[in-house]
């Protein structure tokens, strides 16, 4: 199926083994095992990304930065192919290729709070080293990928259009939703904030984004096709939804979705390790915002997918959707019980 395509690597799929990998939702990722080495062939759901070469540019221009001022970072950039691409586009669609980074491991839940913390370090570490990149030279790959406000507009808009019986299915979901607002009005307020500063962000950062070595350190960081300019609460709060709970989004027994304070510790003491001497002291102040921002945008994602009969994310079977959305918000109602134990303890 890819011959055509590694070929222009001078790969023989004939001689090389072809594995699905990893946990992605978007994007189709395949382990390529060939006698030389080994590589993630990635096709890039250009549904989501409308432009691949706005990704491939921003992946040269972080490269090009970091192999100059530093040198020893491990920047998983694409390989190019026989004829110098970085980025294949045929009639089956846009491929890339990335090394496979020997001896490194991947997990999909965090299971330890040692991974929180080596993976908050690990993201925490990207964004201080492109501290001096100016972020806005980055192509927006995704217009207002967490703009919480439109997100919020989306979401009443699909209320509005939705079938009676998604409606109905979901209609606690959407009364929860709605009593929560606020957390798009202290949004709207970081943003017109001129102390809160765009970013190089990951928008990305669940922990099967991190490479671990054989010690279980962070190697670095992969998946950079939401790397764009941001704001620091991204990160932090998808660390905080995705490592918090020991059950991931996908679990439909609500009794399991619960928030570990002790990974809370982990995710600010790794994260800060790096970022501390970079935040504004107006930024430090939405550090605890972080996880209820990024929480409530993911359930109203799910949410709004689920009435929207499941176009963006698609669906295993008929109440994907409202499940995952379900499983967010008590996770949310998790979150917002520990950050007032976290905002006492501050004070
Ligand atoms: C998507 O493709 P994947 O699994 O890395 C989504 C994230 C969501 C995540 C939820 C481009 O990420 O924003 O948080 O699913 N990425 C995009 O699992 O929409
Ligand atoms: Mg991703």
Redesign the pocket.
């Known amino acids: 199926m890819f011959d055509h395509i590694l070929a222009l690597y001078g790969i023989n799929q004939q001689s090389s083994s072809i594995q699905p990998f ?6 189709h990722t395949w382990k390529i095992a060939t006698a030389g080495a080994n590589f993630i062939l990635q096709k890039v ?1 250009s549904d ?2 409308k432009t691949p070469e706005e990704i491939d540019e921003n992946l040269l221009l972080l490269k090009q930065f970091l192999s100059k001022y530093h040198p020893d970072y491990l920047f998983v950039a694409p390989v190019r192919s026989s004829s110098g691409l970085s980025l294949i586009h045929d009639a089956s669609g846009y491929f890339r290729l990335f090394p496979f980074i020997e001896g490194s491991a991947a997990v999909n839940v965090v299971t330890k709070k040692e991974e929180a913390y080596e993976a908050a370090k690990q993201f925490g570490k990207f964004s201080r080293l492109l501290a001096d990149f100016e972020a806005s030279k980055l192509n927006i790959t ?1 217009p207002d ?2 703009n919480l406000a439109l997100r919020y507009t989306q979401f009443e808009y699909a209320c509005a259009q939705a079938e009676p019986e998604r409606l109905q299915a979901a209609r606690e979901s959407i009364d929860f939703i709605t009593a929560h607002r606020d957390i798009v009005e202290t949004y709207k307020q970081l943003v017109k904030d001129p102390n809160i500063h765009l970013r190089v962000i990951h ?2 950062t ?1 922990i ?2 991190i490479l671990f070595d054989a010690n279980q350190e962070g190697l670095c960081v992969i ?1 950079l ?2 790397v764009m300019p941001g704001y620091f609460i991204s990160d932090v709060g ?1 660390m905080m ?2 490592y918090l709970s020991a059950a991931s ?1 996908e679990e439909t027994d609500l009794s399991k979705v619960s928030v570990r304070k002790d990974f809370f510790d982990a995710i600010r003491q790794g994260y800060m390790e790096e970022m501390d001497s970079v935040l504004s002291e107006a930024e430090k102040e939405y550090f605890n915002y972080s996880g209820e921002f ?1 929480i409530y945008m ?1 359930a109203i ?2 949410l709004t997918d689920f009435l929207q009969k499941d176009i ?2 698609g669906a295993k079977y008929p109440d994907h959707n409202i499940n ?1 959305a379900k499983n967010q918000i008590a996770l949310l109602k998790g979150y917002l019980a520990i950050k007032t134990e976290v905002n006492n303890e501050q004070l």
């Open positions: 990893g946990d992605g939702l978007i994007n759901n989501v990304f995704i990928f967490h928008h990305d669940k099967s984004n998946d096709d939401t998808d939804r995705t989004e990024i993911q994602r799910f963006y994310y995952r």
